[in-house]
């Protein structure tokens, strides 16, 4: 029950720029903040209730949301729903930078979830890739700030529903192609393979 429900919740805030689209021409920008605020306290309840450091690590999105939500509420612009992928945004480009200042980076402990001891020339690659993502998030959420004051309700949707994820993946795809690039050069040139 708790994975359907997490699934659900995920896929609802995955498609939150479509749903807001089609929202917005049926109900008013308030009752909206509400239920989205609700579907996020419903989530949050069900982690925290079974897993406290996940609950922990949603603190910073449900601030996200919470901004989103109050803003929308005091006064009453649908405009305030479109800064929510900015917001997600500012928090992914916190978390990271966060760990480049606090080792270890967050791609080497995404990297150690699957492997627990890296070698040594896997760490400043790790820190790179890092640094490559805060770079994204700044760069996405740059952009999602301009469709939200700057672009129609349909390019918003389009960039922050589609074209948004489509980047996100691009740089998945293509950091794992320098990576597989990276490991076969370090094997070859030292004898050892490199897996971060």
Known sequence: ????????LGGVLVAYPFLIYWGLTQFEPRFLALILAGLFLIRGLVMGSLDKAHFKTLLPLAAAVLTTVVLVLVFGKSEYLFLNPVFMNLVF?????????????MIERFARMRQAELPPEAIPYCRKVTWVWCGFFIFNGSIAFW????????IWTLYNGFISYV????????EWVVRQWHMRHHAAKHGKELAP
């Open 1 to 8: 029950m708790r994975i359907l429900l997490n699934l659900i």
């Open 167 to 174: 980047l996100m993946g691009l740089l998945f795809a293509g």
């Open 147 to 154: 469709t939200a004051f700057f672009a129609s309700p349909k």
């Open 93 to 105: 480009l916190g978390t990271f930078a966060y760990t480049l200042k606090k080792p270890p980076p």
